[in-house]
């Protein structure tokens, strides 16, 4: 029997398979593909898709959006690359769709066209556009493509319709093969990009959305129901609704609620002092008057205050300190009330003096000592009560006590200190005493100084103040009352 040689079967084995592995070789190398891509080419798979999300009916004149998604879920072997959206729309029956707005998504890193294309400012009525979506080249560690998978918004697109009727939103899709068209492209997901070329994935004409424009129905005006004018003290507040019963909120509504009104406080009652005065060198007598008074144990009044006041006479017995009491602005013709707290109400008798800012003080001449009471003073019983009854009369104050310390304290004395004051106020810039000279005399004399040292009212320091603050130099006021 022949013996048969293993060098002789194997060499041409090996020969076969060599050859085979180049042939394979030169095929993958001059299609650009590989047996798994050969093998994914042959699946069967429906590929990624473009899908508009977007309401079905609207009204005519409001705004609505449309999402443009993108969706890779049945297409799981594919990572998608890039997208080309060419968007067509318009109403079928009438005209009128109009693109509002239209923003890219997030999916992709860039999107380097975008509406309108050609360029034409928004809105665009019934004018296909494209929106154009790529992803930065980038591989893992086994050098396969990091693409988009799964569902996200590609776009959002705004549209609005003036009229009513059917508007429909579509891409434009020809083939699979087109390149004017929308496509989507992607690569094997499992596999290294250096050996593939991008594919179509949008193997299928994506469906066009329909939506109903209808006319917007108004809303019909429903008059509120009048609510009653409620009782004085009440008002209307709304009422709580209780548990719902049955899906239903019971109690609801208005309901009156009247609380008590607080009642207004009466005001405390006060001592109310009428006087009367005069300021020497004036015809207005308006002006701010400070009242004095001395406590006195006993008084002895006039005749005729005795008459108004019923009262009996005793030895006068004057104190040796005078406080001020308050202070009261008196009106043109020189009467003033002076309101006091009621704690001035019933103690002793007092003599009361007046002061103003520019005149000596001066003891009332008609109530040489008077007991203060609750109410209108003085109090008068008579039954006809005469003006000198009816108020403390301090009769013609002397004018030129026009300084005031730096404590705002005065002296009661005219002196050189007034002097002084006087000329301080009329060498001065400000001469004027008020608003109404102040074009002729270039100026406003401060308030302080000018009350004061205006002693005859008219509205300007002169020589006629002076001359009659020298008529009453080295006067003083009163401290007592009069002998």
């Known amino acids: 029997m022949k013996r048969v040689s293993l060098k002789g079967i194997i060499l041409p084995l090996l020969l076969t398979l060599v050859g085979a592995s180049i042939a394979v070789g030169a095929y993958v190398t001059t299609t650009g593909g ?61 005209e009128g769709l109009t693109l509002l707005s239209a923003i890219p998504g997030k999916i992709f890193d860039s999107y380097p066209t975008q509406v309108p294309s050609p360029p034409a400012p928004l809105p665009i009525p019934s004018s296909p556009f494209t929106i154009s979506g790529v992803k930065n080249y980038s ?56 050996l593939q070329k991008p594919q179509e994935r949008l193997l299928t004409a994506p469906q066009a959305f329909t939506v109903e424009v209808v006319a917007s129905q108004p809303t019909p005006t429903v008059s509120p129901t009048p609510t009653p004018t409620p009782p004085q003290g009440c008002r209307y507040e709304p009422r709580p609704c209780a548990q719902p019963v049955g899906g239903v909120a019971t109690g609801c509504g208005m309901e009156l609620v009247c609380t008590t009104p607080t009642p207004t406080p009466t005001p405390e009652p006060r001592v109310m002092i009428n006087f009367r005065l005069a300021l020497e060198g004036r015809k207005n007598h ?42 009261a602005v008196t009106d043109p013709s020189g009467t003033g009330v002076l309101s006091l707290d009621r704690g001035y109400a019933g103690g002793s008798y007092m003599i009361l003096f007046a002061q103003t800012p520019s005149h000596l003080r001066k003891a009332a001449q008609n109530y040489q000592g008077i007991r203060l009471d609750v109410g209108q003073n003085p109090v008068c019983r008579a039954e006809i009560c005469t003006q000198e009854v009816k108020y403390v009369v301090f009769d013609t104050l002397t004018a030129g006590d026009v300084y005031t310390d730096e ?16 000329f301080a106020a ?57 002998q």
Do not use: C, H
């Not at 060498?427 to 102040?438: L, T, Y």
């Open 407 to 422: 404590k705002g304290n005065k002296d009661n004395l005219i002196n050189t200190f007034d002097v002084g004051a006087i």
């Open 139 to 194: 591989i893992n560690d086994k050098g396969y493509f990091n693409g988009f998978t799964g569902q996200g918004v590609f776009a959002t697109l705004t549209f609005v319709a003036p009229n009513p009727g059917r508007a429909t939103i579509s891409l434009v899709y020809k083939d699979p093969s087109a390149t004017d068209d929308t496509n989507i492209n992607g690569f094997l997901a499992s596999q290294p990009v250096s």
């Open 34 to 94: 590989s047996i798994f891509e050969l093998r994914k080419k042959a699946a069967d798979t429906k590929g990624s898709q473009l899908v508009f999300v977007a309401p079905k009916q609207v009204d005519v004149g409001k705004p609505f959006t449309a999402e443009l998604v993108l969706d890779t879920t049945g297409d799981p072997d594919y990572t998608v690359s890039g997208v080309d959206a060419v968007v067509s729309y318009g109403l079928q029956d009438i």
């Open 426 to 482: 009329w060498s001065g810039a400000n001469v004027v005493a008020n608003q109404r000279d102040q074009a002729t005399f270039g100026g406003i004399l401060p308030k302080e100084i000018g009350f004061a040292a205006d002693l005859n009212g008219d509205g300007v320091v002169n020589n006629r103040d002076l001359a009659m603050l020298l008529a009453n130099f080295n006067k003083r006021g009163d401290t007592s009352i009069p």
């Open 286 to 327: 308006t002006t701010v008057v400070d009242i004095y008074g001395m406590t006195t144990t006993n008084v002895q009044p006039s005749k005729e205050v005795l008459q108004a006041l019923g009262a009996g006479g005793s030895t006068v017995v004057v104190g040796d300190r005078v406080d001020k009491l308050g202070t």
